[in-house]
């Protein structure tokens, strides 16, 4: 099981706190440092010193780390035009020595898009647009050396482009898709996606989605099984009872719902849920949603006493 961590800097980090995060993580021999892609806070938290962008923040970190994978949960389509998100995406792969991972979704918070002035159009434009990068992007990425790439859709037309510069992983960085439509994200799983991420989900709504993905896979020809399964729980574990409710209330959550909804309890009940939620989907990698950023000693305790027992 690859453990990777999540984090929401939207709810008030900066990037140092960021790399402290990173570090721990690399340090600790989690596989990967994620981070959400918002520009406006969520819930009843200040959101200060504000947002910081996810693709500097990525960049800053490539040359800070040497072995993590690093990468989005997820980048939304609605933020940046796809050429040049498809720039900073490979440049920052470079960075990294190859070490990024595209997590892609079509973009959803209102609020944000409404306090920032980002157009953020119907749901069915939305994900017209959001098909479109993905073309346009992995067409970018993809595009050999010397030659160059055309693309002419309802809403982005690229004429003669150079497709430069190329990402260190060709032909471009794993593309991460999740999310619970129900026709059309399916379908663009099993086009473009190397792993299938359900955050947040139960057992039951998880494989569902999963064998959703794995048909759409098999109608146009491809593998189901060269689609990564993965999900992602907000993480609260603590050596004992009183442990765990302190690192509940540091996010302002309940211990009892965040054992329904989460990964929350001793080590021994961590473990324990995580094995039966990976025998039930079928996942082999989770994102541990780390709310409190100050508390690398939370993550220090799962590297050591959760995933040993993972294998």
């Known amino acids: 099981m690859d453990l990777r961590i999540f984090t929401e800097p939207q709810q008030g980090a900066t990037y140092d706190d960021l790399l402290r995060v990173a570090k721990t993580t690399e340090d600790a021999g989690f596989d990967a440092f994620f981070r959400s892609d918002h520009y406006l806070k969520m819930g009843g938290v200040s959101g200060l010193p504000g947002p910081t962008d996810a693709w500097i923040t990525l960049a800053g970190l490539a040359r800070e780390t040497s072995r993590i994978r690093l990468g989005t949960l997820v980048t939304a389509a609605t933020f940046r035009h796809p050429s040049v998100l498809a720039i900073s995406v490979a440049q920052v792969d470079r960075m990294s020595g190859g070490r990024v ?15 920032y002035g980002i157009p953020l ?27 160059t790439f055309d693309y002419l859709g309802k809403h982005y037309a690229l004429e003669r482009s150079p497709a430069l510069p190329k990402p260190a992983q060709r032909p471009g ?29 139960d057992p039951a709504t998880a494989t569902a989605q999963f064998e959703r ?70 996942i082999t990698r989770l994102y541990l949603q780390t709310l409190d950023l100050s508390d690398l000693d939370h993550l220090e305790l799962v590297a050591a006493e959760v995933a040993p027992q993972l294998g």
């Open 101 to 115: 991972e595209f997590g892609f979704g079509a973009g959803w918070f209102e609020d944000e898009h409404r306090a």
């Open 121 to 147: 159009p119907d749901v069915a434009e939305r994900f017209d647009r959001y098909s479109e990068q993905l073309e346009v992007i992995t067409g970018l990425w993809a595009t050999v050396e010397g030659e």
């Open 173 to 201: 960085p794993p593309v991460i898709i999740g999310g619970m439509g129900k026709k059309r994200t399916p379908e663009l799983a099993a086009r473009f996606a190397s792993e299938f991420n359900l955050p947040f989900a």
């Open 213 to 282: 993905v794995a048909a759409a896979a098999r109608e146009i020809g491809r593998d189901p099984g060269e689609i990564t399964r993965s999900a992602a729980q907000v993480l609260c574990v603590g050596r004992d009872d009183a442990e765990v409710s302190r690192r509940a209330a540091a996010i302002g959550r309940e211990v009892e719902e965040l054992k329904r909804n989460g990964l929350a309890g001793t080590p021994a009940e961590v473990v324990d849920k995580i094995g039966r939620y990976r025998e039930a989907t079928g």
